[in-house]
């Protein structure tokens, strides 16, 4: 009789195969939920509600690092993205990175892993640091968005609540911040602010020379599987693994298929092009070798900002059956 799991996951093409049933996962009758990222994870960590669910990388590790969290991760990437988007500013009154300085800067949580990827480039690239900046905490759309795990954040770094009954979308409208960082885009009548933008004109540019330099693609959300279900069943993560794997290998087959394309966005050929160029073939991979300088990084910065409570090494982030693979 097969396992069954209940999996939490995001609605993406490189999943598709598995909830369609076109990848089965050896042993495991599962049952799929397709869940946004904020009803997830606030689920995930408060309630355990799932048996394996998309993780955001970020509350992973701060739970880990002390040892905390009911999950152990397996190097599956469901979520990657160049944060360079992340940020968005008062472009009336922001002209450089460097203009952030003694700035206040809105965000819906401090530790979310898009604003810790978005601080560690004003960081290094331009030498903004946490401590330069102001930190108003709130909700994009709705007023009052807590952070879903405690934090100890480092004494040199402020962080206020924004206003009763003010978004953090409202203050930038109104100019009451400097600049919004946060993995959506800010909304209300911010979204439509003409002195409301990027921080970067051309992110896309500035992202592609930040990889050519750094060999970093960031990674948003690994998976999780429960700890003990992990003990029960040692071969469990390599099976989740695998059909992860495949079914990403699917997607990418289908989407190389230009005969009649498969997103609903112009100019795809040319974008898969340029990304296989700039990146290699295997330009999402999962699996931690490929993905090693990355994740030093990411372990790097957020035990720096005072996230996670000590350094982890990239050996202890994941369960030890997902480091190797066999091949033919």
């Known amino acids: 009789m097969n396992l069954r799991l209940s999996i939490a996951m995001g609605d993406y093409d ?18 799929f ?5 904020e009803e997830m994870f606030f689920r995930a960590f408060r309630s355990i509600d799932f048996d394996v ?33 992340s940020i968005y500013v008062r472009k009336d009154r922001i002209k450089t990175p460097g203009d952030l300085k003694g700035k206040k800067i809105g965000v819906p949580e401090y530790q979310l892993t898009a604003n810790v990827w978005a601080r560690s480039i004003l960081e290094d690239d331009y030498g903004v640091k946490p401590s330069d ?54 909304g209300g009548a911010a979204r439509h602010n003409p002195n409301v933008g990027w921080l970067f004109d051309d992110p896309t540019a500035v992202a592609k020379d930040y990889f050519k330099r750094t ?20 071969w469990l993560p390599a099976a989740l693994v695998k059909a992860f794997e495949k ?32 990146m290699g073939e295997d330009y999402w991979s999962y699996g931690v070798q490929p993905n090693l300088r990355t994740l030093e990084t990411f372990v790097r910065h957020h035990h720096a900002q005072g996230l996670s409570s000590r350094q982890v090494p990239v050996e202890e982030l994941f369960h030890p059956a997902t480091y190797e693979s066999y091949k033919i």
């Open 33 to 37: 939920m397709l869940l946004n990222p």
């Open 133 to 186: 900046v102001t930190w108003v905490r709130g909700g994009i759309d709705e007023p009052g968005r807590p952070e879903k795990i405690k934090l100890q954040l480092p004494g040199d770094v402020t962080m206020i609540d924004a206003p009763e009954g003010s978004t953090i979308s409202d203050l930038l409208d109104r100019g009451e911040i400097d600049g919004f960082m946060a993995p959506r885009p800010p």
């Open 215 to 234: 060999g970093v693609f960031p990674i948003m959300h690994v998976v999780g599987l429960r700890k003990e279900l992990a003990a029960q069943h040692p």
């Open 247 to 278: 079914s990403k290998a699917a997607a990418l087959d289908k989407l190389a298929d230009t005969s009649a394309t498969k997103v609903t966005l112009p100019f795809v050929e040319e974008q898969l092009k340029a990304a296989k160029e700039t």
């Open 14 to 31: 490189r999943n598709r195969a598995l909830f369609d049933g076109g990848v089965q996962i050896d042993g495991v009758d599962p049952v």
């Open 53 to 85: 669910s998309e993780l955001s990388f970020s509350s992973y590790l701060v739970k880990h690092a002390k040892g905390e969290c009911p999950y152990i991760a397996l190097p599956i990437f469901l979520s990657r993205a160049f944060r360079h988007t």
